[in-house]
């Protein structure tokens, strides 16, 4: 099984909409990224989340993180077009060089 | 704002041929990374670095792979003889050594092709 399990693998919403994306370890959580990608391109920053019950919010982007379910969401309100892309979650769930396992990443349209 | 840079963007190579893929990380970061990408799949972890040597490696990184801090500053990816599957998006990180385990910072990628 995936050491980090993102969910759902692709999403298509209307524009305004809320969404959830959802991202799952199979280990402890010592912290948990998130990032945004266009396909081909580079990662972009989106937010680190290190204690459990965290929350952060930039703009319209709100991401928690669930310690005790291994778990971390992220939450679009009224979605735009400017929003599609690649959703990445990376977590540092091994390893004591900290380096970040990934998941397989939620591809996110948004229609106008 | 500090950030990690990486040359070249882009880098076409023959199979079987060498490259090397540059980073320059945060200045005072002490841990570096580098990952790789094939496109559309996962980001990949291939090798970590701190204090001039590897700490943690992949099974992807094998005997045709090195890194090297040569000067203090540059982190570099040596890819002694490329093959078609190496092809992919290398992207280059580093971490500072605050408590919580700190940020790590990402570099805007290399695609390397291989043909």
């Known amino acids: 099984s995936q050491e980090l399990e993102q969910s759902p693998q692709s999403l298509i919403v209307q524009e305004g909409k809320n969404l959830t994306i959802n991202c799952t370890s199979s280990?402890?959580?010592?912290?948990l990224y998130w990032y945004k990608q266009k396909y081909g391109e580079g990662l972009i920053f989106l937010m680190m989340?290190?204690?459990?019950?965290e929350e952060k919010s930039h703009e319209k982007i709100t991401a928690k993180l669930d310690e005790k379910k291994q778990q971390s969401s992220l939450h679009i309100t009224a979605s735009q077009p400017s929003h599609a892309g690649i959703y990445l979650c990376?977590?540092?769930?091994?390893?004591?060089?900290?380096?970040?396992?990934f998941g397989s990443g939620t591809q996110l349209t948004v229609l106008p | 704002e500090p950030e990690v840079t990486q040359t070249p963007s882009h880098q076409v190579t023959q199979m079987g041929q060498e490259v090397i893929l540059r980073c320059v990380p945060i200045?005072?970061?002490?841990?570096f990374y580098w990952y790789r990408q094939i496109l559309g799949q996962k980001v990949e972890f291939l090798v970590s670095?701190?204090?001039?040597?590897?700490?943690?490696k992949s099974e992807i990184f094998d005997d045709q792979f090195s890194v090297e801090r040569p000067d203090g500053s540059n982190f570099t990816l040596k890819i002694r003889s490329t093959k078609l599957e190496d092809s992919a998006m290398y992207f280059c990180?580093?971490?500072?050594?605050?408590?919580?385990?700190?940020?790590?910072?990402f570099g805007p990628g290399t695609r390397l092709t291989v043909l």
């Open positions: 990180a580093s971490r500072g050594a605050g408590p919580l385990r700190g940020e790590q910072f």
């Open positions: 280990k402890t959580l010592y912290g």
């Open positions: 989340l290190q204690k459990g019950g």
């Open positions: 990376g977590a540092d769930i091994a390893g004591s060089a900290r380096q970040l396992t």
């Open positions: 200045s005072n970061h002490l841990y």
């Open positions: 670095f701190y204090n001039n040597e590897i700490s943690e």
